[in-house]
């Protein structure tokens, strides 16, 4: 008998009208791994600049501001007039206008004499009316700054206490006949950078840009981090210690979440700091999107792989000390230690294990009126309560009660059947739910008459026994991820 699958490719074949129409049908001509790689150190590499551009614009721009206030009339008079008549309202109101309509591009604005009183503030947070060479920031650069030079200058991003959180300054001194009034201070924050760097168009679901300074310590927010990150997140990786040496290069490196990752990295100098700009992107998400461009080629050729391995038995684990429980048709069920899971009499259904190793595991055992076998709408209809979406239904139950998100790229999928009916759906329904290629697994065997399977801890590695002429035991973990296969077929790492 036929397959679906067999069905639809027989009806394209006389569609399309005889055999060399089917071979390109069925052989695109992809890019090879190479190409692949290089097609995607163009984009980041390109997106890389472009953000570059954007910071050191945005920077360029303030301090073109910052500058400004050195020749403000208005300003300049409000300085003194502030300095001379402390907490007049009316002069405070006067310099609020101003920061308003001129200066908003900066969080504050510090009026400082020469002896480092901050005499007035925008903020008025807790350095206003302190001395900043004694203060809580005295032994920050600001401080050092206006100690030791009489210039105006940068001040590098760094952890400034009066506002709990990172800082960095552009101070413009003031001078009248020569004589050394004071310094106009303005507070540069990081929301600004982390707007730029956060728009991460054509970046996809993992990818992200960052600034890190040459205390390899990262200046904007990590996109996976549910805490902050800025000058709290160290990045030691290949990246950074090749753009301090001055290169620039892109590489397929660890991040600093241990990661693989195609990274696009430079440094640069502003204003005497020297900063790293970082574009990256999950490899795994690269590999799965590239699949589902080419989806019926590659589920094809996963076919072809996997009807070519050898199958080499394995003593079946011990399951003594656990309690089992079984799977039926259209059950699903989750075990903890010390449950393990069994179905049997896999034949023309699919099953599916959901598990995270050393903590839990998930079996469902699924017929054909569910939607990884269904394309038809009107079917679906008809079917009513006999319709499932099984792995929908999992996979939302366990990402709201089982884990956190940052958890579910550790979380393994093993589909086993002994037809190919399923899985294309399948594994459509997998990645919908952001997973990749590197978490699925497809253990299949077309010589068997059905399969049976155990799910155990502590690992929760699916066993599956197929019955038939021979039986024989395999082992999800002695199985290659379908991304292992995809790199194969396009010589990935050749």
Not at 10 to 34: A, E, H, M, N, Q
Not at 152 to 158: H, L, M, P
Not at 415 to 428: P, R
Not at 448 to 465: C, I, K, M, R
């Amino acid at each position: 008998m036929l397959t679906i699958r067999q069905i639809k490719f027989f009806i394209s074949f006389l569609l399309l009208g005889g055999t060399g129409v089917l071979l390109l049908l069925y052989s695109p001509t992809l890019p090879t791994g190479k190409e692949l790689k290089q097609q995607t150190f163009t984009l980041i590499s390109d997106i890389r600049a472009a953000k570059k551009q954007e910071v050191i614009n945005h920077f360029e721009t303030i301090q073109k501001q910052a500058q400004a206030i050195a020749t403000d009339q208005q300003m300049l008079e409000l300085f003194s007039q502030i300095e001379q008549q402390p907490y007049n309202h009316d002069i405070e109101f006067e310099i609020d206008k101003q920061y308003v309509t001129r200066y908003s591009n900066f969080y504050d604005i510090l009026f400082v004499n020469p002896s480092g009183l901050i005499f007035h503030s925008v903020k008025k947070e807790t350095d206003f009316r302190a001395n900043i060479f004694v203060s809580e920031a005295a032994n920050k650069n600001l401080a050092k700054t206006l100690r030791n030079s009489g210039t105006d200058g940068f001040v590098e991003y760094e952890y400034y206490p009066p506002s709990a959180e990172a800082a960095a300054f552009f101070v413009v001194r003031i001078k009248r006949q020569d004589n050394h009034m004071g310094w106009f201070v303005l507070q540069c924050e990081t929301n600004r950078l982390n707007t730029i760097l956060s728009d991460r168009k054509e970046l996809g679901r993992t990818g992200e840009i960052y600034l890190v300074n040459s205390d390899k310590l990262m200046l904007t927010e990590s996109r996976f981090m549910g805490d902050s990150t800025i000058l709290r997140q160290k990045v030691d990786t290949i990246a950074v210690k090749e753009a301090l040496l001055s290169k620039e290069d892109t590489k397929i490196i660890h991040d600093y979440r241990g990661v693989n990752v195609f990274s696009s990295y430079e440094s640069f100098e502003l204003f005497g700091a020297s900063w790293i700009i970082i574009v990256e992107i999950d490899e795994d998400e690269v590999i799965s999107e590239y699949y589902k461009q080419h989806q019926d080629y590659f589920v094809q050729e996963f076919i072809a792989y996997l009807t070519t391995q050898d199958r080499t038995s394995k003593p079946l684990l011990s399951t003594e000390g656990f309690t089992r429980k079984n799977v039926a048709m259209n059950e699903f069920a989750k075990a903890e230690f010390p449950f393990y899971l069994a179905t049997e009499g896999v034949s023309t259904c699919t099953a599916i294990t959901i598990s995270y190793p050393e903590r839990f595991g998930n079996m469902v055992h699924i017929s054909p009126t569910d939607e990884i076998y269904i394309d038809n709408s009107l079917t679906k209809y008809f079917l009513k309560t006999h319709y499932h979406n099984f792995i929908s239904e999992l996979l939302e139950k366990i990402t709201y009660f089982d884990i956190y998100p940052y958890e579910l790229r550790k979380i393994q999928f093993v589909i086993t059947a002994i037809h190919t009916d399923s899985i294309e759906k399948a594994i459509d329904g997998i990645l919908e739910h952001n997973v990749t290629l590197a978490n699925i697994k497809f253990m299949y065997n077309p010589h068997a008459q059905n399969a049976s399977l155990l799910l155990a801890p502590p690992q929760f590695n699916t066993a599956v026994v197929w019955n038939g002429k021979e039986t024989t035991t395999e082992y999800a973990n002695q199985t290659e991820s379908l991304e292992s296969i995809l790199k194969k077929i396009i010589h990935y790492d050749v």
